[in-house]
């Protein structure tokens, strides 16, 4: 669609409406990869995320077991199965059932899991402040979680995904994935709004 053709969507705020959840509303109502995502039949625009990394990067195959760590509501899933990886789906919010997936509802840290993965995928991130910094300790204290989960629970020569905030804190577990993946490299997908501070850590061929 042109831009000539493009209306936008002003939302009003209200007095039971915080100020940024407003802004939030008004800028999904007039992303274009929101309405693109209803069109394709995605849960999410996040799903053009993991289609850019994968053009990019080839880590879904098929047959490969596959834990999607935050998946609600589903986008990354979705594309996984697609692309016919085995897919378990995990998130504290309830995922509405996809295809063959295995999905599991709860906190990956306080679970036991009975097989490893040849893929972990993980889009989580906690609520954010509106501070750069705090948002970026919030969102690394949660990573660290993952990549100690993923070191024990990934197959070696697997593949790993995590969205981060750049901010200082990542340059520690960026070189330590270096020594633990035969290669590691941020990404930003095209699909990452241009004004988010998120990025990717994309991670290939686990070593041991």
């Known amino acids: 669609m042109s831009k000539n053709n493009f209306t936008k969507t002003r939302?009003?705020?209200?007095?039971?409406?915080?100020?940024?959840?407003?802004?939030?509303?008004?800028?999904?109502?007039?992303?274009?990869?929101?309405?693109?995502?209803?069109?394709?039949?995605?849960?999410?625009?996040?799903?053009?995320?993991?289609i850019g990394i994968d053009e990019k990067f080839k880590i879904l195959q098929p047959g490969k077991k596959l834990l999607d760590l935050g998946a609600a509501?589903?986008?990354?899933?979705?594309?996984?199965?697609?692309?016919?990886?085995?897919?378990t789906a995990v998130d504290l919010l309830e995922i509405a059932p996809i295809g063959n997936a295995k999905i599991i509802k709860g906190d990956f840290t306080e679970m036991e899991f009975s097989e490893t993965y040849d893929i972990i995928l993980s889009d989580m991130a906690p609520n954010t402040t509106g501070d750069r910094q705090v948002d970026h300790l919030k969102l690394m204290a949660l990573v660290e979680d993952v990549y100690y989960f993923v070191t024990e629970n990934l197959n070696k020569g697997g593949h790993f995904v995590t969205k981060i905030f750049q901010g200082g804190?990542?340059?520690?577990?960026?070189?330590?994935?270096?020594?633990?993946?035969?290669?590691?490299?941020?990404?930003?997908?095209?699909?990452?709004?241009?004004?988010?501070?998120?990025?990717?850590l994309v991670c290939l061929n686990k070593k041991a």
Do not use: H
Request: positive net charge; charged residues 40%.
């Open 169 to 200: 804190e990542d340059k520690k577990l960026y070189d330590d994935m270096k020594k633990r993946f035969e290669t590691a490299k941020y990404f930003k997908p095209a699909a990452s709004r241009k004004d988010s501070k998120e990025i990717f």
């Open 73 to 87: 509501p589903g986008g990354w899933t979705q594309v996984a199965l697609k692309k016919g990886c085995k897919v």
């Open 11 to 50: 939302v009003k705020t209200s007095k039971e409406r915080k100020i940024g959840s407003t802004l939030w509303l008004q800028r999904q109502l007039n992303d274009p990869l929101v309405k693109q995502a209803k069109i394709d039949g995605w849960r999410s625009r996040a799903a053009y995320k993991i």
